[in-house]
C-alpha cells in the first residue's frame, strides 16, 4: 500500500481553524522509483516562484536531477548514506541555495535564508496538492556539493529536497518504517510570546 502524502490529519489535530492543507502536508521516505515529468517538477517550481522575499529579490536557486539520467549520481553521492537508503526511490532531488547579497547592489541580504524557506514551503504545499512526496534534508554534504554543483562564493547551499511519487512504506528498512507517520508540533504556547522573549 502507498503512503499518502497528504495524510497528516488522519493523525494530527490543529490547535486552531487552519486549512487542512497545512496539517495534512508532512514528509514521507517511501517512494516508488517512478519518475516525476518536467511539467510536475515545473508546477512545484512555479509555486516557488510566487514565494515573497526582501525587495522581491527572489534569492532562491533551485539545482536538480531526475534519477535515471547523467545528474542523478552526483547529487546522490551528496546525500548522506541514512538519506540514500530511501532516496534511492526518489524521481527527483534538488539542492536549495540562496543568493546572499542582492543582485542590484551586491550589498548583503540579511533575510535570504528566510525568503528561500517561503519558495520551499511553496514547493513543497504544492507538491502535496499534486500527490507528490516532498522531504526536505540536512544530512548532505554541504562543502562538496557547492564543489561539485559549481556554486558561487556569493550563494548560501541551505538544503535538499527529494521528490517521487508515494511508495509502499514496507520497501523501507524496518527502523524507517516505524517512523513513516506524520509528526506532531509543539503547541503554539511554545513558540510564540507576546512580548519580549
Known sequence: MN????????????????????????????MSGAAVSQEALDRLFEAARWAPS???????????????????????????????VWCKHAGVLVLVSARTTFEWNDKPAPTHAFDAGSAW??????????GLVV???AGFDYNKAREVLHVPDHMAVLAMI????PGDPEA??????ERETPSSRKP?????HEGPF
Open 188 to 192: 503554539i504556547t511554545e513558540t510564540t
Open 121 to 130: 514551503m511553496s514547493l513543497a504545499l504544492q507538491g502535496v496538492m499534486n
Open 3 to 30: 503512503v499518502d502524502p497528504r495524510g497528516g490529519s488522519r493523525v494530527r489535530k490543529a490547535g486552531h481553524a487552519v486549512d487542512p492543507l497545512f496539517i495534512d502536508r508532512w514528509s514521507p521516505r517511501a
Open 162 to 165: 527529494a521528490i517521487g511519487h
Open 135 to 137: 522531504h526536505g534534508m
Open 172 to 177: 523501507l528498512p524496518e527502523k524507517l518504517r
Open 54 to 84: 526582501s525587495s522581491n529579490g527572489q534569492p532562491w536557486r533551485f539545482l536538480y536531477a531526475h534519477r535515471d539520467t547523467p545528474h542523478w549520481q552526483t547529487f546522490f553521492d551528496l546525500l548522506v548514506e541514512g538519506n540514500q
